[in-house]
């Protein structure tokens, strides 16, 4: 703008920081919600490959929306890096399909925790392309998810070889989550975060059609309350919040946050399902969740 004595730069003004207990709030309510999808999983009465496509497909038109109301873009995107990110999307849905499938078939506090392994991966993969020694914690954090996931799976082998197959397929999902990280890592730049998840929702939700088809998994729900409310209170709430919430907190109490899910999870397993947890369960899950925290922490 201009005055008297000549032209002056505009100030920009800076967006006011939230209330720190409406943060914490949607940091922990983010993953409470996201704790819960596990349960409307297991008492749909689809498929848990089909939930998962309801979930993307149900969810992409408040995604778009939201992304519109953000001011993010959803076409004019390269088309190399459209096709990142619809490879990206692809890993996503198998993740999906992964992760559902072990949340039908092992305890859902395991399902949570291996699902949730992504960050650990990534800490492994750090050293590996960049060739470092892993330092004291992040070797103590390597000892301890793995200590902790042979406690988990080796009690699990106890119940039945049906709860450690799915911890299996967790611990599958929790990989190629990772690998979605890092396939879409350098598309992030062109795309806001709502509009990216447009964007997977549309390449993702086919896949997980044509999977829990070839599966021959029912798909067409006869009761949406639990449809619905996976796709609201994971892809909206859960979503929405963490989206919301992970720009104004570091690494590390982000990584603390994260093990609200299981420690949720385990709760209404126990309640609701009967799934009762030793006290060796606890430490696995205990070890598991520090490598987790640790593992964000060096994000």
């Avoid at 409406?22 to 704790?35: E, I, M, R, Y």
């Avoid at 305890?107 to 750090?126: E, P």
């Avoid at 397929?169 to 990989?175: N, P, Q, R």
């Avoid at 599966?215 to 209170?233: H, K, M, T």
């Amino acid at each position: 703008m201009e005055n008297e004595d000549g032209p002056q730069e505009e100030v920009a003004v800076q967006p006011a920081r939230p209330a720190a207990w409406l943060l914490l709030f949607a940091l922990f309510g983010g993953n409470v919600a996201l704790a819960i999808g596990p349960w409307f999983v297991r008492v749909a009465d689809t498929g848990p490959v089909a939930a998962g496509f309801w979930r993307l497909f149900l969810a992409l038109p408040f995604m778009v929306v939201l992304a519109r109301a953000n001011r993010q873009r959803l076409t004019g995107i390269p088309a190399g890096t459209l096709a990142l990110v619809a490879l990206g999307a692809v890993t996503f849905a198998l993740d999906l399909a992964s992760w559902h499938i072990g949340i039908a078939m092992t305890r859902i506090g395991n399902a949570t925790l291996f699902g949730n392994a992504g960050s650990i991966v990534l800490l492994f993969w750090g050293f590996i392309v960049h060739r470092v020694v892993p330092g004291r914690l992040e070797a103590l954090a390597i000892v301890f998810a793995l200590g902790g996931a042979a406690i988990l799976m080796g009690r699990s082998l106890e119940i039945s070889h049906e709860t450690l197959i799915g911890d299996l397929f967790s611990v599958a999902a929790g990989l190629l989550y990772a690998v979605y990280l890092l396939t879409l890592q350098n598309a992030r730049g062109a795309f806001g975060s709502w509009s990216l998840l447009v964007w997977v929702s549309v390449f993702g939700a086919p896949v997980l059609l044509v999977i829990a088809l070839a599966l021959g998994e029912p798909v067409w729900p006869q009761a949406w309350g639990p449809i619905i409310g996976l796709f609201v209170l994971s892809q909206l709430v859960g979503q929405g919040l963490m989206v919301f919430s992970l720009k104004y907190f570091p690494p590390l109490v982000v990584g603390l946050a994260l093990l609200t899910q299981p420690v949720v999870a385990s709760l209404y397993g126990w309640l609701v399902f009967g799934e009762v947890l030793s006290g060796l369960d606890i430490a696995g899950m205990v070890l598991v969740g520090a490598a987790l925290a640790v593992a964000r922490a060096k994000a």
